[in-house]
Structures are given as C-alpha cells and as structure tokens.
C-alpha cells in the first residue's frame, strides 16, 4: 500500500547531539513538508520541498536541516543548535500541479517520530 | 491566507450527529476550506475540502454558508473512533499551493458512549 513511512517512532536524545528523523514517501508525491507539534497545540511549519534538491524553510526552520536528494525521501535533522527540540515530528506529502485544483493542498501524514531529550 | 476560529472542544453522543462549525470571516474568493482531523499521537487525516459548494464524501460532509463566512463539519453517525482534533483550515492555491498548510489547534471532538 502507498503511504509514508517515518522512523524512528520513538527516540531519545542527549543535549548536544544531533540526530536524523527518516521521511520515506511511496506516494509519487512531488512535493513533502517536515511539521513540528507540541503538547496541546497545532501544526508548525519546520521546512518543505517541492521538487528534488530544492527545499525551503517554514516557520520555525532554526536548529534543523533537511536534504532533498531523491523524490521519495526528505529527512529532517534535529542539530544541537535546537534549543527546545522534544516534540512530536510529523512528515507529510503531496502532489503538486499548478492551474485549477491539484490536490495540492492534501497532504497525506506518517505516523510520526517522538523525539524527547534527556 | 484567511484566519479561522473553532471552538476549543465539544462533546457528542455516540451514534448522533456531530456538527463542527469554524468561521473564516475573511475568506478571499480562490480560498477553499479544508478539514482535516488528528486522532491522539497519530499523524492528521484528510477528510473533505470545498471551495463554495457543499461537499459530501463517505467520512463527512461540509456544509459551506452563501457568504462563505463560515462552514460546518457533519459527521452523520459519530462514533468512539471520531474522538479527535479536528482543524478547519482556509487556503488558496496561489503558487500551486504546496508549501504547507498551517494548523491551529482545532476543536477537540469527544464522543461520548
């Protein structure tokens, strides 16, 4: 079945490492997105990426950095530089077309990494 | 992108309908209405968009007024399973529309047996 896969589902961390979240995509999607939630509150914005080695920064980019090396896969690093990085990371994807509706805005989720520093 | 507000929780019997109302006051005319929900610790889930017509599909319906101020959210029979967030977001397209949605902290559904 087509979907996303994220890994690890659970991670634990020591200040000052960095650590890498996996995003896989068998959707064909071409464009994928990395979220970041807290407890209690919405979605936000970490980085997104159109199109293959190309990717932009969202709303709360300091502190991670992503690579968009193949069409299906977009991992998020969490660096040092994070001050406040436990959190639930979410992936998503999706199509991108321009003109009329594309479907563009449905984003289809992984399941999510808990990321929690010790 | 336009604001919108829900209501921070609401409850609903198993079996009823449950209606989910969110206003987006200042909805520009390209912008559609989407939903999407997020059961605890999971990944969030698409469930219906429109842009001024109603919407039906086998999880809800969307119910969008004249003016487009607002729209309500219909699940028909409500079960436990429907215990979520769900989040009433408005987005154009301008762009193609693929750098994120922004997600507010939505209406806690609790189904109540």
């Known amino acids: 079945d087509g979907g996303i896969t994220q890994s690890p589902k659970y991670l634990f961390r020591k200040e000052g490492q960095n650590v890498t979240l996996s995003c896989e995509q068998n959707l064909n999607h071409d464009a994928m997105y990395w979220y970041r939630q807290d407890p209690g509150q919405g979605l936000r914005l970490i980085y997104y990426?159109?199109?293959?080695?190309?990717?932009q920064k969202g709303d709360i980019a300091e502190g991670y950095s992503v690579s968009r090396e193949k069409k299906e896969s977009f991992p998020l690093t969490v660096t040092s530089a994070q001050k406040n990085p436990t959190a639930f990371y979410l992936c998503a994807s999706s199509k991108w077309t321009s003109g009329a509706f594309s479907g563009a805005n449905v984003l289809t989720f992984g399941a999510g990494s808990r990321l929690t520093v010790l | 992108d336009a604001k919108t507000t829900q209501p921070p929780s609401m409850d609903c019997a198993e079996g009823r309908a449950a209606n989910l109302p969110c206003n987006h006051s200042?909805?520009?005319?390209?912008?559609?209405v989407y939903w999407y929900r997020q059961i605890h610790s999971q990944g969030p889930q698409y469930i219906i968009h429109g842009l001024k017509n109603n919407e039906t599909n086998e999880m809800a319906s969307l119910i969008i007024t004249e003016d487009r101020k607002s729209s309500t959210l219909i699940l028909p029979h409500a079960t436990l399973r429907d215990t979520a967030v769900y989040y009433c977001i408005v987005r154009s397209l301008s762009g193609g529309g693929a750098d994120g949605l922004t997600f507010g902290k939505g209406t806690h559904l609790i189904i109540q047996p």
């Open positions: 200042t909805i520009s005319g390209n912008e559609y």
């Open positions: 990426s159109q199109i293959v080695n190309d990717f």
